[in-house]
């Protein structure tokens, strides 16, 4: 179509989304000034769909792919939640959609964006991991499409019936101060297990499984005519890791997940979960993150230190990621990390 969105550098959507949080940022200044009904009627766009989504551009990543970049925040009242990369693939059949966000809201605001793009309907749906961000926006897509499948992997599904679904929405809902009140759980309702090749409106997925990595439900999903792959938390660009839900995560599985992404010659661009698209050596990066996370780590653990002793020294060796989004986090990173040495010592 002549009006599609066009793909943009990394540099390029870090410019946008800066522009775009201003605007934000200058009505929201505008609206706290002004309460009359011409007011309203102006800031009329920011009360139909959550303000994050509506606010964060779709862009065209390859001949196929958009996504929205979502903000680096934890849910909360202002975000209403929303802080993944919501992403769309169009194919002949239609959208195939990947981690539609963290609420209903969100999953319907995603919805709205495409139709610039295309008036094809969605035809799947497919969750990354079980973690809320990616799969509580289910409900949007299904009310609009119920008969589109939710695929996930086979663990995903098991944990959320078994009552991870309900914690994960009463968590987001608590941590929003009530924005998913009107979300419904939508559990993903077609299971794979990774090694599936899959053919859908004449695009080629390929699925893979890497184990136990970000979390132990982890899918990543390789777009093969459009060299591209969604990694969903597995990679994460510059946001540290597993601080929200450190128990999921495996930091040797994610190590060696990342290093078959890259080494798969077939991909030259990456998806993260979170934070800007990625390349080859991007991706590098986050394996040296955990690589040097982990020997440091283990370097005072083998001087007889507990994590909360070490933490300061970690951190201080640590200091070339301190750029990285949630950096004061990194506590909880280690409590975590320290277990996993702990664990490989006994």
């Known amino acids: 179509m002549g009006n599609e969105p066009r793909p943009f550098s990394q540099e390029r959507i870090k410019q946008m989304h800066k522009a775009n949080l201003v605007k934000l940022a200058l009505l929201l200044l505008f609206n706290s000034f002004f309460h009359s009904s011409a007011s309203a009627q102006f800031l009329g766009g920011l009360t139909d769909l959550p303000p994050t989504i509506e606010n964060y551009p779709l862009q065209r990543l390859s001949e196929r792919v958009y996504v929205v970049i979502g903000p680096h925040d934890w849910p909360n009242k202002q975000t209403k939640g929303f802080m993944n990369n919501p992403a769309a693939i169009l194919t002949d059949a239609g959208f195939v959609i990947v981690d539609p966000g963290s609420s209903a809201d969100v999953g319907r605001g995603f919805l709205e964006k495409l139709k610039c793009v295309s008036d094809k309907p969605v035809v799947a749906v497919f969750n990354t991991h079980l973690h809320g961000d990616h799969f509580l926006g289910n409900q949007g897509i299904r009310d609009a499409y119920p008969k589109a499948p939710i695929y996930a992997h086979q663990r995903t599904i098991d944990r959320l019936r078994s009552g991870e679904a309900q914690e994960w929405h009463d968590r987001f809902n608590g941590m929003t101060q ?169």
């Open 178 to 346: 009530g924005a998913l009140a009107n979300t419904r759980i939508a559990i993903p309702d077609k299971a794979l297990k990774g090694g599936e090749t899959m053919q859908i409106g004449g695009i080629t997925l390929k699925i893979h499984h890497p184990g136990h990595a970000h979390s132990d439900t982890d899918l990543m999903i390789e777009v093969v005519e459009d060299k591209l792959m969604f990694m969903g938390d597995i990679s994460m660009n510059k946001f540290m890791p597993y601080s929200a839900m450190p128990q999921d995560a495996s930091f040797k599985g994610t190590a060696s997940a990342l290093r078959a992404a890259i080494d798969n010659t077939g991909v030259e661009t990456y998806v993260p979960g979170h934070g800007y698209p990625e390349d080859k050596k991007s991706m590098a990066i986050q394996i040296n993150f955990t690589e040097d996370l982990l020997a440091s780590v283990k370097k005072y653990f083998l001087q007889g230190m507990q994590a909360h002793e070490m933490t300061a020294r970690v951190e201080k060796d640590m200091e070339a990621y301190r750029t990285w989004d949630h950096f004061d986090e990194l506590g909880k990173v280690i409590a975590h990390a320290y277990v996993e040495v702990e664990d490989e010592h006994f």
